[in-house]
């Protein structure tokens, strides 16, 4: 999505409710669909777009509309073992139920200093560092990760069927006061929803996104959808650590997908591919990890430390005297206070898009903030 294209500033208020109520209207439980609509909506308030209400009309209400979600599963305790548990998720949907994932971790970790949810058949949850970011609220450390179930996007380095997906983690933590360390990434370069919105907007990629399949670099994001390009690893290339992104990936397979015996990317459908992105992202697994350091260290000195080696990191001597030092997820915190304040920008196409899904819902649209709002 262009910075340039006309938006508007809706109160983040307005917009979660929205969508609440849009959720709400597809099945899902109230009280569910206002976590779910935080969570879509988390993207939008951190300026990470291609995560936000981008995927609201093009990936969420497709999956009600084809039943690959149920809007009223509950989530079913298979094992429990005290500090660990596994789930069946029952489809239900990930924006919500990660949260709950991280939610039954982080009560698990106050009792033991640490709790693993290991979820299977579960759908798209959204931002991962909306889940891991719950327990750092909480004074733990978070970590989630997601494969993509069985749909296959990126190669094998080397490799000429698709075999993983973008496959997210995160990891959060108490930081400096009001802006934790969150570190949330894809194990690609760059997840699928940053390449399709630059292509809805009209933009060139940078090289090194995609790449055809002679390993020449291709700037046309509207290449990933045509199968003319493949999505690369986090590295780019062999020779510059595409084996490091590559690791990642399985890394987020084997411990969000292989543990709770969830949908696998490599399987033996995938060696018939023929390179481009193909199966369905159904029966995703999820992990969440709370690690409760109080309950380890006793109460102050996890969190003095913390503030003072994340205040160290921020007060280092920049190179550029207009861009102070900082770390994950700083940014993305100081854009949800200013968007808080002034109210979320939204692209006025996006906000269209969404104002129709809320008329075809039969729930009110989002009303833009006012003048007086934004100043």
Known sequence: ??????????????????????????????????IAAQALCHGDLTGVRSHGLFNLARLYLPLFADA???????????????????????????????????????????????GLVSMHDCTHFGVAGFHSARAARHGMIGITASNCGRQRIARPPG??????????????????????????????????????????????IPEGWLADDDGRAVTDPAAFDRGDAHLLWLGGRAETGAYKGYGLGLMVETLAALLPGAGLGPSPEALHGDGSPGGRDDDIGVIALAISPGTLRGTGGFQDDAERMFGVLAGGPPVNGESPVRYPGWHEAATAQENLRLGVPVPDWLLAEVSQAAREAGVPAPVPATTEEVT
């Open 1 to 34: 999505m262009s910075m340039d294209e006309p938006e508007t500033r809706v109160p983040y208020e307005e917009l979660t409710g929205c969508v609440a109520q849009i959720i709400e209207k597809h099945g899902v439980p109230g009280p569910r669909a206002e």
């Open 68 to 114: 690959r979600v149920d809007p009223q599963a509950d989530l079913d305790v298979v094992n429990d073992t005290g500090a660990a548990v596994l789930v069946n998720a029952n489809r239900a949907l990930g924006l919500w139920a990660a949260s709950e994932a991280m939610d039954m971790a982080a009560e698990r970790a106050r009792s033991h200093g640490i």
């Open 159 to 204: 490799g000429r069927a698709a075999m993983l997906g973008t496959n997210p983690f995160s990891v959060a933590a108490p930081a400096m006061d009001g802006h934790p360390f969150v570190l949330d990434m894809s194990t690609t370069v760059v997840p699928t929803g940053r390449i399709r919105s630059a292509a809805l907007a009209g933009d060139r």
